[in-house]
């Protein structure tokens, strides 16, 4: 079945550096990956999805890079600041499934250092 | 425009006693969802339901009970609580057409079971 993991549970980084959180996965057969951004006490929040049939997407300031041949994805984050202090964690979901489908990694903590 | 809220946000309950979850969102959105969030464990889907009246089963329904007999509420019960019901539980909703990106999170439940 489906598994989505972190590499790294966390991650410090220097106020405007860039950050790389990465994730694996296990089915070839998922076609679709979200990373979210989850602060202390709040729910998760949508930052970026990308497709199988992308390499790399990118929104303001974030990137996601999907490599299939290893079954790896990133998050990328530009001049880190010390709002993006938070837990980061993907999800995929493979092609022929629905919500009851999505696995969802245990999360990487990102700490901001001023 | 409180969006999506969950109550209590924090409760504390003994082994055996019935507990229910409540989740309001004022969007009108057509899903919801209920995960549990655990160490070690990525969010992991409990139930869902695509409009009042219609419910189904997620990864880890187990010893819940939903219903949804108005849109805007989907109240999450543990008919008998137990020690590995202690988590994090967060209700989310999402329009009909919406996907994966267009799903709302609230705040969370923290649920402990003595």
């Known amino acids: 079945g489906e598994s989505v993991g972190l590499h790294l549970p966390t991650l410090s980084v220097q106020e405007g550096d860039n950050s790389i959180i990465n994730c694996a996965y296990s089915n070839s057969a998922s076609d679709y990956f979200i990373w979210y951004k989850q602060e202390s006490g709040k729910g998760p929040q949508f930052i970026i999805d990308?497709?199988?049939?992308?390499d790399k997407r990118q929104g303001q300031r974030v990137t996601v890079l999907l490599n299939k041949t290893v079954k790896h994805l990133s998050l990328q984050i530009a001049a880190t600041q010390p709002g993006d202090s938070a837990v980061y964690f993907c999800a995929g979901r493979p092609n022929s499934g629905g919500y009851q489908k999505v696995t969802f990694g245990t999360g990487t903590k990102l700490q901001v250092i001023p | 425009d409180a969006g999506i809220t969950q109550s209590p946000r924090y409760k504390i309950t003994e082994t055996g006693r019935q507990v229910t979850l409540m989740c309001h969102q004022t969007w009108s959105h057509s899903y919801m969802f209920w995960y549990r969030q655990d160490l070690g464990h990525g969010l992991r889907l409990i139930y869902y339901s695509a409009a009042a009246d219609i419910t189904d089963k997620g990864e880890v329904p187990d010893g819940y009970v939903v219903s949804r007999s108005k849109t805007e509420n989907f109240p999450l019960t543990l008919e008998s609580a137990t020690r590995s019901q202690t988590s994090v539980y967060f209700c989310a909703s999402s329009s009909l057409a919406g996907g994966l990106h267009e799903q709302f999170f609230g705040p969370g439940t923290r649920l402990t079971v003595l």
């Open positions: 990308i497709r199988s049939n992308m």
